[in-house]
């Protein structure tokens, strides 16, 4: 059970499963050399492979423990950096070998742009030092303008592969939590983010609280002018609600005219303002082809242990008493008997 869930992480996790990868075939393929160098006397160059597979465990262990995969990538792109620099240096051409397996490994470490500045860091230090020491690095000149623009190319070609793949993964990502039609995460990223929100609460007492908000008679916009009109209602309903929101809300289309809205760091009192607010920004300024356009809601705070799908399942039920108290009526949880609010007047 511990080992699919640790195979289920690395299939979930690009970034993790990269270092993870990566950090194994260094340990793998430099600790010989590190065994060999120091029982050979080469301290130098024993430390250095030593340093980088301690570094890399550390980088490896450190990305498992916290997620974080930013900050071991750029740690060990830069000790791979300098110590596959001092390695040359002191190996000389036998040690160039090492710099192509680097530049591969930068560019799966971290973004193409730092990748690139770290590889052409390297090989100017190389260069320069070859200028300034003769006969240390490269055996001819010839040979140095030959490993810079081999070193180059392998640079330039990683960094093209690099950039289409982070950006085709990106974009891979987004479409897999964005609703296609309205913008708005999707109920796949809906429930992670409750997932978080409660686990967060749980923590560290942070508070969350939840509107669930539904167009009332969307039904008659798609039967009487079609889904076309229909759909550009909802269009302009999540941009109206956006503009409207703090930047930490989060907003997810729920079902079909269906929405939530994730606001962190809110209490009731902030919850039902936040509501009126969302309710009077969208009877004023969202329009249909049958005229205005208003929404009913149903909020709930998240509760102390509580489950998310919980939290969910009570806004969900205030807001179908909102709609059947005669729609465009806020109700918030509470463990009080809840009244619903007079409706906005729409103009």
Not at 257 to 283: D, M, R, V, W
């Amino acid at each position: 059970m511990r080992i699919s869930r640790l195979l289920r992480r690395l299939r979930n996790d690009f970034q993790l499963s990269i270092i993870t990868l990566m950090g194994l075939f260094g340990v793998l393929g430099i600790s010989p050399y590190a065994v060999y160098r120091l029982a050979t006397g080469n301290y130098l160059v024993g430390a250095a492979d030593t340093t980088i597979v301690l570094s890399t465990l550390f980088a490896v262990l450190y990305a498992w423990r916290t997620g974080d995969t930013v900050k071991p990538g750029v740690y060990l792109a830069a000790v791979f950096s300098v110590g596959s620099t001092l390695i040359a240096i002191n190996l000389g051409v036998n040690g160039l070998f090492w710099i192509y397996p680097l530049i591969l490994f930068n560019f799966f470490m971290v973004p193409p742009g730092k990748a690139l500045l770290a590889t052409t860091l390297v090989l100017a230090t190389l260069v320069g030092y070859a200028r300034l020491v003769p006969g240390t690095v490269f055996e001819s000149n010839y040979q140095m303008l030959s490993f810079l623009v081999t070193g180059m190319m392998a640079s330039t070609l990683t960094f093209i592969f690099a950039y289409r793949t982070r950006s085709q993964r990106e974009r891979l990502q987004q479409l897999a939590i964005q609703d296609p039609l309205t913008g708005a995460r999707n109920r796949r990223a809906m429930n992670e983010e409750l997932r978080i929100a409660a686990s967060i609460r749980r923590r560290h007492g942070n508070s969350y609280g939840v509107l669930v908000m539904d167009l009332d008679h969307f039904k008659q916009i798609n039967d009487s002018y079609g889904h076309q009109a229909g759909d550009q209602v909802l269009v302009d309903f999540v941009e109206l609600i956006k503009r409207a929101s703090r930047q930490e809300d989060r907003l997810f289309r729920f079902g079909g005219e269906e929405f939530l809205l994730l606001l962190p760091n809110t209490e009731k009192a902030g919850l039902q303002a936040a509501a009126q607010h969302l309710q009077k920004q969208i009877a004023e300024h969202l329009h249909g082809p049958g005229g205005a356009v208003t929404m009913s809601i149903g909020g709930a705070i998240l509760r102390n242990a509580e489950h998310w799908e919980a939290m969910l399942k009570r806004a969900d039920q205030r807001l179908y008493r909102a709609k059947s108290a005669g729609r465009n009526c806020i109700i918030i949880d509470d463990d009080d008997a809840q009244k619903a609010q007079n409706p906005l007047s729409v103009g």
